[in-house]
Each structure stands twice: as structure tokens, then as C-alpha cells.
């Protein structure tokens, strides 16, 4: 049977240099980990990108293909993007998609795709006024934000220790995948 596919798609903050640590705790909880990163992140990982693309199974994805080009990565189950930065949080809420990331976390909302976005903003940046409208539209769109206490809770510029950031309340707040494809569909 065919795993449950969690994108877990990364922008360019500390965490992220994290993200194979992310991807196993995904993959204990029975993800197949499909792992996408807006260009900078990819630049800070590039070193790891081959590393992570085999803990993954698949490519790393940070572009757009081109035209004519053929899909390789399994279609999502559920998106889980984080870190999300100032940047990609207030880019998919406003749907500025020049990001890969950014687009496929749109597309996925519009497709009813369960969504959900851990920001990694200090209090800085979460006070900008975009922040909190962002935040809004995005959970008025049915993507769950996942601020707050047991959850990611912004520090002072300079405050934050990247190594706390609570990757596994991220997962752990998208529940066990559920069925895997397919066995709805057998008659019992
Ligand atoms: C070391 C470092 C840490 C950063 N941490 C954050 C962060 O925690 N949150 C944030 O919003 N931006 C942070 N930034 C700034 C983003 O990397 C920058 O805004 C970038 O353009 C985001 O692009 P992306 O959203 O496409 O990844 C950091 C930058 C650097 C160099």
C-alpha cells in the first residue's frame, strides 16, 4: 500500500537547516516525505541537498520545471510548510507565487488540501502589520497557522534558539496519516 504523502516545504530561516531531522520525525510518524524549499533554503542546504534526497526517496524540489518537463513527485496528502518566514507567509497569503514552494502551497489550498504553516518570525517581524492580516486571510482560507502556545511562540530578535523550534508539534499537529490510497476502496 502506498504511504500517505506529506510535502513539508521550508523558506529560509535557522530551522531549516534542520529539515532532516524534520523528515525523519515525519517519517516515524508513517509520511512519505516529499521535501520542497523556496531557492534560498536550497542555497543554505545545497551541501546536504543529495543527503536529503536520499533520506527522502525524491527530488528536492526548489524551482518550477519547465514546460514539457515531467512531474516526478507523488501528488500531497497534506502540506506542512516550516519554517515559513516573513517573506513566504505574507507570499502565500497574498498568492505571490514566484516561489515553487509558495505556489504549491497555493495550489493545495484551492484544492482543499489540508494546510497547514509554522511561521519561525520573531516578535520583530510578526509585528509588521502584514503579518497578522496574512495570518488572517490564510486561516480564513482554512490553513491552519500554527502560532501560539504548544505551538511555535515568536522570541525577541536574537532570542530565538533555531534548536526549540517545535518541529514536532508541527507534525504532530497533522494527526496520523490517514488510510493509505486505495484502501477505501476495497469492500469489506
Ligand atoms: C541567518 C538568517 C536567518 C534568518 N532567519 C529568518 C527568520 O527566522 N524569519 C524570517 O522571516 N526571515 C529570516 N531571515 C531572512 C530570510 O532568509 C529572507 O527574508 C529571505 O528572503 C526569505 O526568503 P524565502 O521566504 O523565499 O525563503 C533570515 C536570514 C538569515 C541570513
Known amino acids: ?3 500517505r504523502v506529506l510535502y513539508l516545504l521550508g523558506s529560509a530561516a535557522a530551522p531549516v537547516l534542520d ?6 520525525l515525519g517519517q516515524a510518524s508513517g509520511w512519505d516525505v516529499v521535501l520542497g ?3 534560498t533554503a536550497a542555497d543554505w542546504l545545497a551541501d546536504d541537498l543529495a543527503g536529503l534526497e536520499e533520506l527522502t526517496g525524491h527530488p528536492v524540489k526548489s524551482r518550477y520545471r519547465r514546460p514539457g518537463d515531467p512531474d516526478v513527485l507523488p501528488p500531497a496528502d497534506a502540506v506542512l510548510f516550516a519554517p515559513a518566514t516573513l517573506n513566504s507567509v505574507n507570499s ?7 516561489s515553487w514552494v509558495v505556489g504549491y502551497a497555493a495550489e493545495a489550498v484551492g484544492k482543499g488540501i489540508p494546510v497547514s504553516v509554522m511561521p519561525c518570525t520573531n516578535t520583530a517581524l510578526t509585528a509588521h502589520p502584514q503579518f497578522g492580516r496574512s495570518v488572517d486571510t490564510l486561516r480564513g482560507a482554512g490553513v ?14 536574537g532570542e530565538g534558539d533555531p ?11 497533522l494527526g496520523p496519516p490517514q488510510r493509505p490510497r486505495g484502501e477505501d476502496l476495497i469492500h469489506k
Open 37 to 39: 524549499l523556496t531557492p
Open 1 to 3: 500500500m502506498p504511504k
Open 92 to 98: 502565500l497569503a497574498l498568492g505571490i507565487t514566484t
Open 19 to 24: 529539515a532532516a531531522g524534520a523528515v525523519r
Open 144 to 157: 491552519r497557522v500554527l502560532l501560539g502556545p504548544g505551538l511555535y511562540v515568536p522570541a525577541a530578535p
Open 163 to 173: 534548536a526549540t523550534y517545535p518541529w514536532a508539534a508541527a507534525l504532530g499537529s
